[in-house]
């Protein structure tokens, strides 16, 4: 028998908040970075929901408590669990593999174990709080077991399952070992969420190919098997986006404004800032980039003294090698355009390898006049449309790469392929000497776009689909 039990669900790897320990050994939970919770926040203090998680340290145990209105689940990972589980399969197989094998993927079957008997842990977890008929809503690739497991713990439920990062066509998807689990997994979902079109079609594709349903988009049918009936699957692209309202909010504040203006001014004043603003991942094409600028400043064509590029680097995933390895890459790189283009009180690029406040990355956003967002692959890329939220006075240039959801809707940028390295320096010049009437003509169409398409709307879409889909008890969420 449950001692809780709720009528929505949300399960994430992360829980939406960090728990921090300060000096003096006071624990408090910090709501994290993602927009994810602001979307969901009031719907589920609205329909009783619960988030279930991982709280981010190894070994913590920790009882369920109430923050905001929402029931939050801590989930224990061991030291076993994170290397495996987490680092392994989830950022070494998966994550490279999705990303179009920009890294090659480890495949090691202990890995794979781990994988398969934490998923189990957070469907047990699910099964055991959610109420009779009630809505579930699993949360990116690090799960995408758990719908099928779900499924056969409590048929009753009704379950959507987003994926966050890409999915990669089906001549990459097939290297992996546990392909077929894996689409088994997802397809344990009502809806099955992507960020493209471009990835639905390709789940789409790999569940014909390895199970051999029919599909007609975005639908694919399960024929009836044994005493399970047959059923129909939603599978389907609904790209995430931010609060853009909030992030254009804060950016009007005064002192955010203020700040802004400072950050030129220690900069320098110098005529162009660029910023770039990525996790430190090999995905996001930080070499490219750099690679692109050590060029322009070599040909002339951009003098050091006028131009400045803000590389905020945040930390991430430290523990895995490839990883490390990038960040040594990246720091070399940096060292080597500073030297040879630096003078005594001027450095070409401000590299800061930490994370910001938001009130500190809205200043950033402000301050700069071309927006470089160069990713190989990326599912969305949050940080464009940041950007675009922020620039109330409708100027900015952003640099967008066509390997990024975001670039489906944002038309208005001047879309690069980051591969292409002439190419990329010609668009940074370009961005660079667009004229103001172009500049605010561009921003006013992205920003458009950015607030009608906002993350409210995202989940909105996604959960009447759920509901519409399953005309089950999950109705009335996302209206
Ligand atoms: C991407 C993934 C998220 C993940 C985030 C940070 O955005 O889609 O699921 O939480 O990166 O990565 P981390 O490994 O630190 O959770």
Known sequence: MVD???????????????????????????????????????IMREADGAWVGWAGAPDLEHEPFDRDGIRIVPLTLSQDDIERYYEGFSNDTLWPLYHD?????????????SYVSVNQRFANAV?????????????????????RMLRQLRPDLTIGFFNHIPFPAYGIFSQLPWRTQIVEGLMGADVIGFQRVADAGNFSRAVRRLLGYTTKSPYIDIPA?????????????????????????????????????????????????MLGVDRLDYTKGIGHRLKAYHELLGDGRLVAEDVMLVQVASPSRERVET???????IELTVGRINGDFGVLGHEPVSYLHHGFPREEMAALYLAADVMLVTALR??????????????????????????????????????????????????????????????????????????????????????????????????????
């Open 378 to 479: 990326d599912g969305m890329n949050l940080v464009a449309k940041e950007y675009v939220a922020a620039r109330f006075d409708d100027d900015g240039v952003l640099v967008l790469s066509e390997f990024t959801g975001a670039s489906d809707e944002l038309r208005q940028a001047v879309l690069i392929n980051p591969h292409d390295i002439d190419g990329m320096k010609d668009a940074i010049v370009r961005a660079i000497e667009m004229p103001r009437p172009e500049r605010r003509r561009r921003m006013r169409a992205l920003r458009k776009r950015v607030r009608e398409n906002d993350v409210a709307h995202w989940s909105r879409e996604f959960l009447r689909t759920l509901a519409r889909h399953s005309d089950g008890p999950s109705e009335g969420l996302g209206e």
């Open 225 to 273: 098997r044994g005493e399970h009936p047959s059923r129909r699957v939603v599978a389907k692209a609904f790209p995430i986006s931010i609060d853009a309202q909030a992030f254009e909010q804060l950016a009007r504040r005064p002192e955010v404004q203020a700040r802004a203006a400072q950050i030129r001014q220690d900069l320098g004043n110098p005529t162009t800032i």
């Open 101 to 113: 094998v920009i890294a090659p993927p480890s495949y090691h079957r202990i890995w794979w174990d």
């Open 127 to 147: 099964a055991g709080i959610t109420a009779h008929g009630g809505t579930v809503w699993v949360q990116d690739y690090q799960l995408q077991l758990v719908p």
């Open 4 to 42: 809780e039990s709720y009528a929505f669900v949300v399960v994430s790897n992360r829980l939406p908040v960090d728990r921090v320990v300060d000096d003096d050994g006071t624990e408090r939970w910090n709501q994290g970075p993602g927009g994810l919770v602001t979307a969901l926040e009031p």
């Open 323 to 329: 990883y490390r390895q990038l960040r040594d890459e």
